[in-house]
Nanobody
Framework: QVQLVESGGGLVQAGGSLRLSCAAS????????MGWFRQALGKEREFVAA????????YYADSVKGRFTISRDNAKNTVSLQMTSLEYEDTAVYYC?????????????????WGQGTQVTVSS
């Protein structure tokens, strides 16, 4: 098993930037596909971005493509989400997730481990 802890959330103005980080415990981090999901109040959890085990492939939801960048550092057991040009609609609790599968998947049902979430609030 692996434990995930997100950090970096907070309050920012529209158009601003924020960087989220996820620290993973365990010895098998590099075997997981890693993803970021978000859940706005009253909404279902939705896919944001994912990255392959080696970090050579990334995938993004259309709503964040060109604005968000996912990356990972397997030596440090971390995955990050750099968010730029933030919009009010980006407001949500953001979750880090790990998938034991071989293919990058967008469904929340495919992910085996989840962090506790970190709140991102974009004003205006």
């Amino acid at each position: 098993q692996v434990q995930l802890v997100e950090s970096g959330g907070g309050l920012v103005q529209a158009g601003g930037s924020l960087r989220l980080s996820c620290a993973a415990s365990g010895r098998t981090f590099s075997t997981y596909v890693m993803g970021w999901f978000r859940q706005a109040l009253g909404k279902e959890r939705e896919f944001v971005a994912a990255i392959s085990q080696k970090g050579d492939n990334t995938y993004y939801a259309d709503s964040v493509k060109g604005r968000f960048t996912i990356s990972r550092d397997n030596a440090k057991n971390t995955v990050s989400l750099q968010m730029t040009s933030l919009e009010y609609e980006d407001t949500a609790v953001y979750y880090c997730a790990a998938d034991r599968g071989s293919w990058v998947r967008r469904s929340r049902h495919a992910y085996d481990y989840w962090g506790q979430g970190t709140q991102v609030t974009v004003s205006s």
